[in-house]
């Protein structure tokens, strides 16, 4: 890594504007916003087709107004490799129903200028929208980057979620294209998804045009006929207002919001991401796991805007075995490889040694990644590894806070905060936490990628009432953080689940690193009650086939807690469950089950299409009914 600390894109960065070290370039950057993002914009060659007159002009929240009067295309951006490299490998994929495939920046090119060209003669324009049930292959990535070159909004929904969860996000997306499969293979399970197709169409009136995927073998193909049409030349120049996708919250209680993000801003905000912090260039091969229905396939895909090949993969990551992705990483050679916390502590708890193969980065997202992971880690891909914890959200498509190359990497923590925005650490009364102390999440600075609003939010009312309202003009974004004196941070869960017991405050990312550590324990949730005189801790465990939960393992887990955090967090009550229910992003359901227990419907707090497993709620409300 010593090179990449030395060449690094944010090095040559920090030297040209004279300053040595992160710290003092971070302060820059967040001392003069439309400076830096002007710069930054200048330093990672931008393709404006018109420059804007400002940066910021702006930086009130929620109404910070960026770029005024530039315009550009992300399309433009993604396939600008084609004309430098156009035999490179651009895209590989690895799929569990298909051979794998590879596409040339060329091809990808070429495929993405027939698409858009087909899309045209369906009669899609800049005010569409192009709806997406399909997963992590090709032809996706191909249509979102056609749906892009028109200027066209965007929308994905991966095919595990139910007709319900689709209907609810795309009732209020409100396509006028949808793509789809016929179906998928997710490990040896052949899942036929005609009948889904067929029911959501009909609650989305707003569709006149469908695109059928020959996927899974079973359908027509309606892609053949689409990319046969003559090449669409040129890329639609587009402003910071106008979308390039819309995105949706976990749905778990209530309507998903749909959030709308900015194609300038996803742009420009991807680009200093990926070119500085994740230190991506096209020498890359990034490979983070993903379905379409999560933010984390909008950040791998634009991988290709410095020009990283991207590897998509579709299927079961644990079929055959949880060596399935590290076999993928080491065939495609991947350079970057990216997954969530769980898998990375699965991986752990298996005992697996995977190949490191090219990877020198590894990123992990979704939950904390505690000191055991980072260590399991660095034993199986070697002391020179950077592990890359990163922490952000759907809401902004990208970070709050990760690694560069100017920073170290401190296990257990996320090494430093992200150029151009200030994260911090708020009390209740938004008063800045001192270091070393836990407090809400908030971002003081106006941020590209945050969103232009939710779709139907005419007033900005809900909007504002998400982020806005708990500290006036700061983004208050509902997790714990912890500023450390090594400069970095750590993310402990969820701030609307917190453990308080006699004054002891922790996040529930805490409690599942311990619990979770335990040999028979596969998975567990976390609630505490209290109202009034009532205080009671609930410990909910998902254990190994064949193990029981008796006195005995009650007693262990009981007493590893009280060991590794306090007394005061023994639970009362600990109870086996068949599955923890989670979102279909990977999320624990640690609110509604919260409401659940203290005797709210199930109906009212959540949607089952919004889980995992559907199923995985009907325990707990049969618990509380008891």
């Known amino acids: 890594m010593s090179n990449r600390r030395t060449s690094a894109m944010i090095v040559r960065l920090a030297r040209k504007h004279g300053f040595e070290t992160f710290d003092d370039l971070h302060a820059w950057s967040i001392a003069d916003l439309d400076r830096f ?12 087709h018109d ?7 702006d930086r009130s929240m929620p109404s910070a107004a960026w770029y005024p009067g530039g315009t550009l295309n992300y399309a433009e951006h993604a396939l600008a490799r084609a004309a430098v490299a156009p035999d490179d490998i651009a895209v590989i994929e690895h799929s569990q129903t298909r051979s794998p495939r590879t596409l040339t920046w060329a091809q990808l090119e070429d495929q993405v200028a027939r698409c858009a060209a087909g899309l045209e003669a369906l009669g ?28 066209a909004v965007w929308s994905s929904c991966a095919p595990e979620f139910g007709p319900r969860a689709v209907i609810d996000r795309f009732a209020q997306f409100e396509p006028t294209v949808l793509l789809h499969v016929d179906g998928y293979r997710y490990g040896p399970k052949e899942i036929d998804r005609r009948l889904e197709v067929t029911e959501i169409l009909e609650h989305l009136p707003s569709v006149r045009t469908t695109i059928a995927v020959q996927y899974l073998g079973a359908g027509p193909d309606e892609w053949s006929s689409l990319i046969g049409e003559a090449r669409h030349e040129g890329f639609a120049p587009v402003g910071y207002e106008t979308p390039i996708y819309v995105l949706y919250s976990s749905g778990t209680t209530g309507l998903p919001k749909p959030i709308v993000h900015s194609h300038v801003g996803i742009t420009v905000e991807h680009l200093v991401v990926h070119a500085l912090h994740t230190d991506i260039t096209p020498a890359d091969r990034l490979f983070w796991f993903t379905t379409t229905g999560w933010m984390m396939w909008n950040f791998l895909v ?41 898998f990375y502590m699965n991986c752990r708890k298996a005992g697996l040694e995977p190949h490191r193969g090219r990877i020198w980065q590894v990123g992990s997202t979704g939950a904390p990644l505690p000191v055991e992971g980072f260590e399991w880690l660095e034993s199986v891909m070697g002391p020179d590894v950077i592990i890359n914890s990163i922490s952000g959200g759907t809401d902004i498509c990208s970070c709050f806070v990760g690694w560069n190359p100017m920073v170290p990497v401190v296990n257990g923590e996320i090494p430093g905060q992200v150029l151009g925005r200030e994260a911090a650490a708020f009390d209740e009364d938004g008063n800045r936490c001192a270091t070393g102390v836990q407090g809400e999440l908030v971002i003081t600075t106006p941020m590209p990628s945050m969103p232009l609003g939710f779709l139907g939010d005419h007033d900005g009312s809900r909007y504002r009432s998400a982020y806005f309202d708990r500290y006036p003009g700061v983004w208050c974004h509902g997790d714990w953080i912890t500023f450390t004196e ?12 917190t453990l308080n017991r006699g004054g002891v405050r922790l996040g529930s990312a805490e409690f599942y690193t311990v619990v979770e550590a335990l ?13 009034g005189d009532l205080d009671r801790l609930y410990l909910f465990v998902q254990l190994r086939d064949g193990i029981d939960l008796d006195d005995a393992l009650r007693a262990r887990i009981r007493a590893e807690l009280r060991s590794a955090l306090s007394p005061r967090h023994s639970p009362d009550v600990i109870e086996a469950v068949p599955v923890v229910p989670r979102t279909l992003s990977g999320k624990k359901l640690e609110v509604p089950v919260k409401k659940i227990l203290a005797g709210q419907s199930a109906d009212k707090v959540l949607s089952s299409e919004s889980l995992a497993v559907p199923s995985s709620i009907d325990w707990f409300v049969a618990y509380a009914s008891q």
């Open 519 to 531: 040999p028979e324990v596969v998975d567990s949730l976390v609630v505490h009650l209290e109202d």
């Open 124 to 151: 899609v324009t800049a005010a569409d929208r192009v709806g997406s049930y399909t997963p992590n292959i090709v032809e996706t990535l191909v249509t979102f980057l056609a749906t892009a070159t028109l200027g």
């Open 51 to 57: 420059y804007p007159t400002a940066a910021l002009a």
């Open 37 to 48: 993002w002007s710069e930054a914009s200048e330093f990672l060659g931008v393709r404006w």
């Open 302 to 342: 634009s991988g290709l805007l410095v020009g990283s090949s991207v590897v998509l993969f579709d299927g079961d990551p644990a079929s055959p075995g949880l060596n399935t992705l590290w076999d993928v990483a080491e065939r495609s050679q991947t350079t970057v490889f990216g997954a969530s916390a769980g």
């Open 486 to 497: 090594n400069g970095g941070c750590v993310i402990s869960g969820r701030s609307d689940a």
